[in-house]
């Protein structure tokens, strides 16, 4: 099993930055061997994709609507991924989910019937 933890969401002005967290554990857990993703969600919409990361961290991929703003890292050595979010808008405002799925190849994953494990998500507003 797998527990993933975001942190780091909060309120912020539009064009401010927040950099989110997501801690990954688990008994046999090893942030080496999964593919990790960032998705959001805001009220009334499905839940989308917004970044993701391979499993070394050599591979990353973003939505169109993030590109140039956002930016997703990852140190395997302590199991946390994270996002780096610049510019933000307020069509930012969002509850955003970290994901992780265990991956064997080089890849990264953008679909959320990819993923296995999520976090319980971190709040982030973006005021006008």
């Known amino acids: 099993q797998v527990q993933l933890v975001e942190s780091g969401g909060g309120l912020v002005q539009a064009g401010g930055s927040l950099r989110l967290s997501c801690a990954a554990s688990g008994r046999t857990f090893s942030s080496y061997n999964y593919a990790m993703g960032w998705f959001r969600q805001a009220p009334g919409k499905d839940r989308e994709f917004v970044a993701t990361?391979?499993?070394?961290?050599?591979?990353?991929h973003y939505a169109d609507f993030v590109k140039g703003r956002f930016t997703v890292s990852r140190d395997n050595a302590e199991n946390t991924v994270y996002l780096q979010m610049n510019f933000l808008k307020p069509e930012d405002t969002a509850v955003y989910y970290c994901a992780a799925d265990r991956d064997y190849g080089l890849g990264y994953k953008t679909y959320v019937y990819e993923y296995n494990y999520w976090g319980q998500g971190t709040q982030v507003t973006v005021s006008s």
């Open positions: 990361i391979s499993r070394s961290g050599s591979l990353t």
